[in-house]
């Protein structure tokens, strides 16, 4: 017998049974014998302080990593514990992982259910066959070591260890829409914008056998659907039920995508995209983010006026696609290949697998506008992966996968190697990743120009640019050569300097699709020992702890946001020794009139880049109270006091 689709997207559960989902996060846990609440994670600390690893496990033999260097965070196979709850008779019985990291195995009563090798992807394994009537108890050992099979092999971050994404309870129907394979809800809808959705859907059940598989489609008709855009995110909730009772509710978004000679097209509209990246690791909870925590990040990155998000450097939890769905942010979701891949078959079929959930998970969310195949392959890499050919040969496989899976989208890539033509041709589209100022004394100029000539397309992204800045120092004037980047000193003045100088190329640069900034928040990177604060990766607009917003996210927020922004620059600094200072303010609200102890200095419309800037600006003994005021009013005020020097 074949089952049909029930078309309404409204339809209540029927009375014969469907799905019921019930949350395993929170309290209940234990980790190593101690009580915990899931999600979890064990290196929110020790995974950003820069120090010595105290635990055993940690990893001393890669000695090519990059943020797993030797002794500096926990890297372990922890044992995880909790009950489970009793299985309704005549039904089945799931426990989904919304993510462990970086391998899981997992036991019921003491039988191993199932396993999984990936931190960033979703797994779901049948209990049915393994609960008893009550008493259930499930065990997860989660583990974060180095595995030269397993991607990534290293990585600019720290590859932190835990049960760290939600895990939910789900009961069904015996026969049931497939909970299972590649970690998905069992449903594919193809959209098209003239309002029609076509889901495809795996029906478990129906035949001889529990995992038989019944393939089903149907149309879902929207008449005078809106399109989705970052200006109007509008989505249309779906229900696909079976007459078993089981169902899934989803939601769609009706847009178009595309790559022309010229740029990105967003249904049918030219938009350059403005961009930033984000690591998952949220502070002092790591990876294992609540939320409200992932809410407050996204919200951050909209009040910035950014339309696009590059979540690198791997597939994040499917309560951020969602919430990238509802707000209205276009996504670069991209596979862990990072800096240099293994010849054996072993971790080629991983990073396949990884690569495969990756779309399989987060295919049906109109966020999404590219899959990524790489970042920055050839980084650091050993002497053994040097000959070109046999990486790339890796990623063509992954990349044809991606485009049998999911035609509508492009595949893109950030690159940082002019010369490694094959690897550049590999996407569809081609990004570079870039730090004028900061790594190299080159400009931005320079650099664009080096990447359109050397790559040969008509089109580029940007998709890391930026420099570390650290709230709390400060230097004035700034020298006229390159600070060291990895030295103790990462001004916050040397940011927004660096930042303005490499928007005003972007801005002039009418071949950029888009540019991502690196990067919108600090994140742990524990091997870093630099900028006055080791294990983190402060190239962030706003520290890792969220509560302080540096200058440059105010330089964004004057050239991105609708709002009107009026801000000075290094207010944080308030001592001085010096008779004069430099003067640094953005507007989006015309010209500004700076005022210095009630005296006018003078009067400036800011530059392309919504900047004003004034130096040896003379300065009184004692207190000094600096005011910008715009054209329209708005005031923003620093105090600055100049104190005598001391020997």
């Given at each position: 017998?074949?089952y049909?689709?029930l ?35 064990w ?11 105290t635990?055993v ?41 919304g ?20 931190a960033f992807?979703?797994f ?15 065990e ?10 397993l ?5 600019d971050y ?29 449903v594919?809808?193809d ?9 495809t ?11 038989s ?23 249309y ?27 990105f ?6 938009r ?35 339309d ?25 979701c ?14 080629k079929?991983?990073?396949?697998q ?24 050839y980084?650091?890499?050993p ?10 040969a890796?990623?063509a496989e ?16 950030a ?7 094959q ?6 589209q081609?990004?570079f ?31 890391e ?16 050569g390159?600070l ?26 009418p071949?950029l ?12 990177a524990d ?6 604060k ?5 190239k ?15 330089f964004?927020?004057a ?33 500004v ?9 003078g ?27 715009a ?11 100049r ?5």
């Amino acid at each position: 017998m074949r089952y049909c689709l029930l078309v309404s997207c409204l339809l209540p559960l029927l009375a014969f049974g469907g799905r019921t989902v019930v949350s395993l996060s929170g309290p209940g846990w234990t980790c190593d014998g101690e009580a915990v609440s899931v999600p979890h994670c064990w290196n929110g600390i020790d995974g950003a302080d820069g120090e010595p690893a105290t635990s055993v496990g940690t990893n001393a033999y890669d000695r090519y990593g990059m943020s797993i260097s030797p002794d500096t965070y926990v890297r372990k196979a922890a044992v995880y514990t909790r009950a489970l709850p009793d299985p309704t008779p005549g039904r089945r019985q799931f426990v989904r992982f919304g993510a462990v990291s970086r391998e899981a195995t997992v036991k019921i009563n003491g039988r191993l259910a199932g396993t999984h090798a990936g931190a960033f992807t979703a797994f779901t394994v049948e209990a049915t066959d393994f609960l008893k009537p009550s008493g259930n108890t499930m065990e997860v050992v989660a583990d974060n070591r180095y595995n030269p099979e397993l991607a990534p092999l290293s990585a600019d971050y720290t590859l932190m260890g835990g049960i760290y994404r939600d895990v939910t309870w789900i009961e069904t129907p015996e026969v049931c829409i497939d909970p299972v394979t590649d970690g998905t809800d069992g449903v594919v809808l193809d959209v098209n914008t003239n309002g029609t959705v076509v889901a495809t859907v795996r029906v478990w059940g129906e035949g001889d056998g529990r995992k038989s598989v019944s393939v089903l489609r149907q149309k879902f008709v929207f008449r005078d659907c809106r399109l989705w855009s970052p200006e109007e995110p509008v989505l249309y909730p779906i229900r696909v039920e079976i007459p078993s009772g089981d169902a899934v509710n989803l939601h769609v978004g009706f847009r178009t995508v595309e790559f022309r000679a010229d740029g990105f097209y967003l249904n049918g509209v030219r938009r350059k995209l403005r961009g930033v990246n984000r690591h998952q690791d949220v502070g002092a909870h790591g990876w294992a983010a609540t939320p409200e925590e992932d809410v407050r990040d996204f919200q951050l990155i909209k009040e910035l006026g950014a339309d696009a998000v590059r979540l690198a450097h791997y597939p994040q939890s499917s309560r951020v696609m969602d919430l990238c769905d509802n707000l209205g942010l276009l996504v670069w979701c991209e596979e862990p290949a990072i800096n240099w891949l293994s010849k054996s078959a072993a971790f080629k079929e991983n990073l396949l697998q990884q690569s495969r959930e990756m779309v399989a998970q987060h295919r049906n969310h109109p966020c999404i506008f590219a899959w990524s195949l790489f970042n920055e392959i050839y980084n650091s890499v050993p002497p053994d992966r040097k000959e070109e050919g046999w990486m790339e040969a890796i990623l063509a496989e992954c990349r044809n996968q991606i485009r049998a899976m999911d035609p509508s989208r492009p595949t893109v890539a950030a690159s940082d190697r002019q010369p490694r033509r094959q690897l550049n041709a590999l996407p569809d589209q081609l990004a570079f990743n870039a730090y004028p100022g900061w790594y190299g004394d080159t400009t931005m100029r320079e650099d664009l120009d080096g990447w359109f000539a050397a790559s040969g397309r008509a089109i580029l992204g940007i998709a890391e640019y930026g420099a570390g800045g650290n709230p709390f120092e400060h230097l004035d004037p700034l020298p006229s050569g390159r600070l060291d980047p990895g030295g103790p000193l990462h001004p916050e003045e040397t940011q927004v300097k660096l930042h303005a100088a490499d928007y005003r190329e972007i801005v002039a640069e009418p071949r950029l699709w888009g540019t991502f900034i690196w990067a919108m928040f600090d994140f742990a990177a524990d091997a870093r020992r630099e900028g006055g604060k080791n294990g983190v990766n402060d190239k962030g607009l706003v520290t890792r702890d969220r509560q302080t917003k540096k200058d440059a996210f105010s330089f964004y927020e004057a050239n991105w946001s609708a709002l009107p922004v009026l801000h000075v620059c290094s207010q944080r600094a308030t001592e001085t020794t010096n008779a004069t200072c430099s003067v640094v303010g953005f507007s989006s609200c015309g010209p500004v009139t700076l005022i210095v102890n009630d005296r006018v200095v003078g009067r400036q419309v800011p530059d392309e880049v919504k900047v004003v800037r004034w130096t040896d600006v003379p300065l009184a003994e004692g207190e000094n109270l600096i005011v910008l005021r715009a054209q329209d009013g708005s005031v923003v005020v620093r105090r600055l006091k100049r104190i005598a020097a001391t020997n």
